[in-house]
């Protein structure tokens, strides 16, 4: 590794460094500016500032490919859920567009997130677009244009304005303005109508306890959902992406689709790779998102897929509600989403470390590929030379998750992993050089985070 003795770097880590291919054992990682300038093994070169992690596994910040942190409160959502990301090792936040009041349907919208953004950001955030339910379809060359890393379209509508159906019309003309873009579409993968009339019926039967989330929403809605829009991708040449399988067999399909030549790629939420129908019958309201959790046969096939790299990469699907909108005995009054970003990296490690998989697998899946996704790596993503210095220190530990111990609002320190045991700990988290979460409390303030723009189509 060549070493510039004249000039030292401006900080040095040390500890035991994680690639996507690689553990390099008392390893460094040499930074200069905001940039990844030396990465070696041994004696550290000189530098103003070192932080020695030894013992500590040194890995790429995380990049979280999907998250919603405006969805309850709007905009000002972006403070406190980047400040939980600094404390989770998460330092680059792919925000999906379906924020109250406005979804981010132009590029005008987006500029104006763009402008919260920058006031308000830990750590640094890409953002998707969508389009509106009718005649949204124009304004897609502009959103691609102004930076967007993603589109983000849905089968299912949650809210006609906020989080609409696109309709099949609607959907084949958006996706073949999509394929012009050269970028993905992420789709929110249920079919409205077995999930309407099912959850009618349960709700017509007084059948509202939990498990009734899971029986509402069977594997068919969403594989159903699956082979509609990667037939659309097929026939339009869009890269058409699954924003979040449950199921293995979403993989399956998207595979078969590649292997038709389609663009066809699918995303795993941790939940899906840990959590079960039983634990939504345990945690109520608090375990309720879309699609919902499976069965025990089921997180085994997902790990089958992930093992098998049939996975795009993993994400956290982080989804903010309040605790008060996650209490109702009615599973069906309740809001469908999780928390996740400040328990990503421990957990992720913990999942890998418990199967005897390698921590090269975190930074595969949750940082180089969700980057590269996002047309966001090798920027992004990567402990490389000429990277930003976006870094994750986890130190092994065991403990048990304490919810309390989230930095975000106060009604959202609640956490569906609560209690859980881990096997690491963030010991630091570090933004283009900067520590910005040092175990024990965030260093970045309002502001520190950068929006940034998808760099490659
Ligand atoms: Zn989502």
């Known amino acids: 590794m060549p070493r510039i003795v004249s000039a030292p770097f401006d900080r040095v880590f040390l500890g035991d460094v994680v690639t996507a291919s690689d553990i390099i054992r008392q390893g460094y990682v040499a930074v200069r500016g905001e940039t990844i300038a030396a990465i070696g093994q041994g004696a550290p070169p000189?530098?103003?500032?070192?932080?020695?992690?030894?013992?500590?596994?040194?890995?790429?910040?995380l990049v979280d490919g999907h998250m919603h942190t405006s969805s309850a409160i709007g905009w000002a959502g972006i403070e406190g859920a980047t400040r939980s990301a600094a404390a989770g090792g998460v330092t680059t936040c792919v925000d999906m567009p379906y924020d109250v009041p406005k979804p981010v349907t132009d590029a005008a919208v987006l500029a104006d997130k763009i402008g919260w953004v920058e006031r308000l950001a830990h750590v640094d955030m890409a953002l998707y677009g969508t389009i509106t339910k009718t005649g949204g379809v124009d304004a897609i060359a502009g959103l691609?244009?102004?930076?967007?890393?993603?589109?983000k379209l849905s089968t299912y509508e949650y809210d006609a304005v906020r989080f609409p159906r696109i309709d099949h019309p609607t959907m084949v003309a958006a996706f073949a303005e999509i394929a012009r873009t050269g970028l993905p579409v992420a789709v929110h993968n249920e079919d409205q109508e077995l999930v309407e009339r099912l959850t009618a019926e349960a709700r017509a039967a007084g059948n509202t306890s939990a498990i009734w989330h899971c029986r509402t929403r069977p594997p068919l809605a969403e594989t159903m959902a699956d082979l509609e829009i990667f037939e659309i991708g097929l026939q339009t040449g869009a890269h058409v992406h699954i924003a979040h399988s449950s199921l293995a067999r979403g993989f399956e399909i998207a595979e078969v689709f590649r292997r038709m030549g389609g663009q066809a790629t699918g995303e795993a939420c941790i939940q899906y790779l840990c959590m079960t129908e039983e634990d939504i019958v345990r945690l109520g309201g608090r375990g309720k998102c879309n699609p919902p959790f499976r069965t025990q046969d089921e997180v085994a096939r997902m790990w089958g897929a992930l093992e098998a790299d049939k996975v795009a990469y993993i994400s956290t699907d982080h989804a903010p509600w309040p605790a008060d909108?996650?209490?109702?005995?009615d599973i069906f009054a309740n809001g469908a989403g999780l928390t996740g970003m400040q328990s990503f990296a421990p957990l992720m490690f913990t999942l890998l470390d418990e199967r005897g998989l390698s921590p090269t697998l975190m930074a595969t899946y949750c940082a180089e590929r969700s980057a590269k996704l996002h047309g966001l790596y090798p920027r992004k993503g990567a402990i490389r030379i000429g990277s930003d210095a976006d870094l994750l220190v986890l130190q092994r530990a065991d403990y048990a998750f304490d919810e309390a111990a989230i930095v975000d609002r106060p009604e959202l320190r609640w956490s569906p992993y609560h209690g859980r045991r881990m096997r690491a700990r963030v010991a630091a988290t570090v933004l283009r050089g900067r520590t910005i979460w040092d175990g024990a409390t965030v260093l970045a303030t309002p502001g520190s985070g950068r929006f940034v723009k998808r760099q490659s189509h």
């Open 46 to 61: 000189p530098a103003a500032e070192t932080q020695d992690h030894s013992g500590c596994l040194i890995l790429p910040g």
């Open 144 to 151: 691609a244009a102004a930076g967007i890393s993603a589109f």
């Open 325 to 329: 909108r996650k209490g109702s005995p």
